[in-house]
């Protein structure tokens, strides 16, 4: 695939740090090239929290995305801090509860997705709301195959909520699909 | 150690290259960002007989690591900017006594507690000349995570081979990336164990073998009991104020490195033969390099070439001169690195003025990207 | 001639040592290498650690493995050795800068490890490697060359130190009860756990000098006069005990797990012994 630059953002204990790492993960077990990395420091303990993953066929030079491909956004302000510098016709996926400026609504490809309501409601695991993002970045995206990721998923989350984590991935990718009905 | 094929943070390559490369003990303190470093080793050195310890302070950290080296383990201690400050002393202490140690810094931005997780290139001098004295030094760079593993498996070969303290000179962009690394198995690699010279009597320490160039002391508890001080000392390793005894041993501690360093220098070139314009950094810098260059290509633009010292001191001297010798093309050279102009004092000393050099650095916390160097490019082309 | 110990114990090529004339770390260093050969202890398998001041050129002069490291880090270096490889038998020689000032931290952290090291600080109460500076434990009130109008900090009571900071043995020594000293020592030795003893020595040349001590012979009078052994004191008053100071085993703790051994059970617990 195409070099492609993924920027996971959310609050503080979301998990969008791990949900990169599980999708970098996944990925290069398929025999991609990826690069991860996060924002740290007082970014990291509470406010909000970003990480990136890039996934490319190529070798992967300059570490940091640019220009992502795909911004997910799981609050308010995570998403307007770190909605600039888009590429062009990327894709923008938001939890249902955030308000999308009509400039990025239409120049881009905007998903308002029940992310946080369906890990609380559906998945029943306030918890699960990275392993639901990270259904619906790799349905929308493909940087791995789903035996990759399922395989990931469980190498990171905790003993005992193995069975409620891979409901979340498939959650995630079911709203995608649905979507896009 | 698992699978051979693994997505690892820098961090923790390079505490996995120790252990290939043979390190059984850790002694550190917590400091960002090198913390990881500390983790893993509290993790993974007991599952393979080593021992990990948190001591009271930065100091202490470098203090046990070298005691247990003096104890024959291979041993490391990792820090960032502030604690390497605080270590700067036993560095010195390791030179003189010449004990084998690997001491990482993951460089972070600024001075005192500046941007604790910012990258940065700061330290590049004061890995070098951190402590005080003249005393050998060897300052290895890695520029992905698969350096980490494999450097810092040359960085612990080199330590025991000269008997040197060797610093491990990261920045954050490396330490906290994660990216594929290929966990090399022990039976494929080339370790250097230290060598024990026993055709001396034990108390002679510190004398060298006709041909060699460094003392071969043995372990403690082996039977050899002879005297290990950071002051200049004679052949039992005994104090002395002896002004000869004090020439030859800092000449040959210097000499070790300096007469040996086609052995220790190691670098890339990337395209340097034809280049128009030389772009030289060191560490995470060479990301946003090599990004550019591949930028490059997808335009008519001038032609980019780039100088990597992976050794960074000693500094990659001859190969540089030989690139300027025989590139007709080079126009222009542009060092980038993130700090005020570092090891742009090092090129612009070799280099002579033979070729222009220009500079491109940062110095608030943020990296250098690939539009910077090409603009840069542009502007001095 | 030497004796017998020295000549067994030490470096006797690099006798006479650098102490001044009446210094007492030369009887303290002696009564070290005595209970070493006491505690019958293999002299290939005994690591001498020091740090830097007068106390610490010992390290130089005694016939074992020596590591004569940097001014307050002997502890730190020492915790290194022992933990690197346990069979050794580690003891550390310090002065009271050394120990309690420059290398305070460690010096309190190793007590709390409980790993098994005997430090003994040779207090001569002032800095005189560097000529007579007044040090944490120069008593409250007496001089220094930069404390010229009387020193206004408090000093440490080190094995009180120590225990409040976790040492399993603590005591104390002087440079005059020779006998009792390399008693006390053996008994740091062999007890397995963090053992702290202070070595009363005598400064004759600074802190005599400056604080109109007297002589050697005068400063050791005033050990033998004031020391009480710990045994007798139980059975004296307050005030017979008035401007007494006490010598002998001033603490000791049997059950509290050594440090290395606790960490030789976790790498057997994750199979790294294998």
């Known amino acids: 695939m195409a070099k492609t630059e993924i920027r996971m953002t959310g609050s503080g204990g979301q998990g969008v740090i791990m949900g990169t790492i599980i999708l970098a993960e996944a990925a290069y077990e398929d025999g991609k090239h990826v690069v991860q990395c996060q924002a740290y420091g007082p970014e990291a303990r509470g406010g909000s929290s970003k990480a990136e993953t890039i996934v490319s066929d190529e070798k992967i030079t300059y570490t940091k995305v640019i220009r992502p491909d795909m911004l997910l956004a799981l609050t308010q302000v995570s998403l307007d801090k770190y909605v600039g510098c888009l590429k062009n016709n990327a894709i923008v996926v938001v939890d249902e509860e955030i308000t999308v400026p009509d400039k990025i609504e239409s120049l881009h490809t905007v998903y308002h997705l029940p992310i946080l309501r369906g890990a609380e409601e559906v998945v029943k695991n306030r918890m699960s709301a990275n392993i639901i993002s990270v259904g619906v970045v790799n349905e929308l995206l493909h940087v791995a195959s789903q035996e990759a990721v399922e395989k990931a998923v469980l190498n990171h989350v905790p003993k005992g909520t193995e069975e409620v984590n891979l409901n979340a991935l498939h959650y995630g990718a079911q709203l995608v699909q649905e979507a896009q009905k | 150690m698992g699978k051979r094929f693994q997505l690892l943070q820098g961090n923790e390559a390079v505490v996995e290259g120790g252990i290939a490369a043979g390190m059984r003990f850790y002694a550190g303190y917590p400091i960002t960002p090198s913390t990881e470093i500390a983790e893993r080793s509290a993790l993974r050195l007991p599952q393979v007989g080593g021992k990990f310890i948190q001591m009271e302070d930065e100091i202490g950290g470098i203090a046990a690591a070298l005691g247990a080296s003096v104890a024959g383990l291979k041993s490391m201690t990792a820090t960032s900017g502030p604690g390497f400050s605080l270590k700067q002393e036993n560095i010195g202490y390791a030179a003189i006594a010449e004990i084998p140690i690997v001491i990482v810094d993951v460089q972070r931005e600024g001075p005192s507690t500046g941007l604790p997780t910012s990258p940065s290139q700061g330290d590049l001098m004061q890995s070098k000349w951190g402590t005080h004295g003249d005393h050998p030094v060897i300052v290895i760079s890695p520029s992905s995570v698969q350096e980490c593993y494999t450097e810092c498996i040359r960085a612990f070969n080199m330590a025991e081979r000269f008997r040197v303290p060797v610093i491990f000179l990261m920045d954050e962009i490396i330490g906290h990336l994660r990216e594929g690394c290929e966990l090399i198995p022990s039976e494929e690699l080339t370790i250097s164990n230290r060598r024990v010279d026993r055709s001396f009597n034990g108390t002679l320490a510190y004398a060298v073998q006709e041909g060699n160039y460094v003392p071969e002391y043995a372990p403690f508890g082996e039977g050899d009991k002879f005297n290990v001080t950071g002051l200049f000392h004679d052949l039992d390793g005994f104090p002395t104020n002896d002004n000869n005894i004090t020439d030859t041993q800092e000449r040959r501690l210097l000499d070790k490195i300096r007469m040996r360093r086609d052995r220790i220098q190691k670098w890339e070139e990337f395209e340097c033969e034809d280049c128009e314009t030389m772009i030289i950094c060191f560490g995470g810098t060479a990301r946003a390099v090599q990004g550019a260059i591949e930028d490059s290509k997808k335009m008519d633009f001038i032609k980019l070439g780039m100088f990597r010292p992976i050794t960074v001191w000693p500094f990659p001297e001859e190969a540089l001169l030989k690139i300027i010798k025989e590139n007709k093309h080079l126009r222009q050279i542009i060092v980038a690195e993130h700090n005020d102009g570092q090891m742009l004092l090092e090129v612009q000393r070799i280099v002579e003025g033979r070729v222009p050099v220009d500079f491109l650095g940062k110095i608030d916390g943020t990296t250098i990207t690939p539009t910077d160097v090409i603009d840069k490019v542009k502007e001095v082309y | ?274």
């Not at chain 3, 020091?50 to 502890?75: E, F, Q, V």
């Not at chain 3, 390399?182 to 202070?198: D, N, P, Q, T, V």
């Not at chain 3, 008035?242 to 606790?262: A, P, Q, R, W």
């Open chain 3, 1 to 274: 001639m030497p004796s017998n110990l020295i000549e067994k114990t030490m470096r006797v090529n690099r006798l006479p040592h650098i102490w001044c004339p009446g210094c007492g770390h030369g009887i303290l260093m002696r009564d070290v290498a005595q209970a070493i050969e006491n505690c019958g202890l293999d002299p290939d398998k005994v690591v001498i650690v020091s740090g830097i001041g007068c106390s610490s050129r010992a390290a130089g002069y005694m016939n074992y493995n020596t590591l004569h490291t940097t001014h307050g880090r002997a502890i730190a270096f020492a915790t290194g050795v022992k933990l690197a490889n346990p069979d050794l038998h580690v003891i550390v020689i310090t002065g009271d800068g050394d120990a309690t000032a420059i290398g305070g931290n460690h010096l309190i952290h190793a007590c709390r490890r409980n790993i098994d090291l005997t430090v003994i600080v040779f207090n001569n109460n002032i800095y005189g490697m560097t000529g007579g500076q007044y040090s944490p434990t120069t008593p409250h009130g007496e001089k220094g060359t930069t404390a010229p109008y009387g020193n206004i900090d408090y000093n440490f009571d080190i094995p009180q130190l120590a225990q409040a900071a976790g040492a399993t043995f603590t005591g104390r020594c002087t440079a005059y009860h020779a006998q009792q000293a390399i008693k006390l020592i053996e008994a740091g030795i062999r007890h397995h756990g963090f053992s702290l003893i202070e070595g009363l020595s005598v400064c004759p040349t600074y802190y005599g000098r400056k604080n109109k001590k007297g002589d050697s012979v005068k400063m050791l009078t005033w050990q033998k006069d004031n020391a009480v052994d710990v045994k007798a004191a139980a059975k004296m008053t307050p005030e017979q005990l008035e401007g007494k100071f006490l010598i002998g085993e001033l603490s000791s703790v049997e059950n509290k797990e050594e440090y290395t051994d606790m960490y030789m059970k976790i790498i057997e617990k994750v199979g790294g012994d294998k």
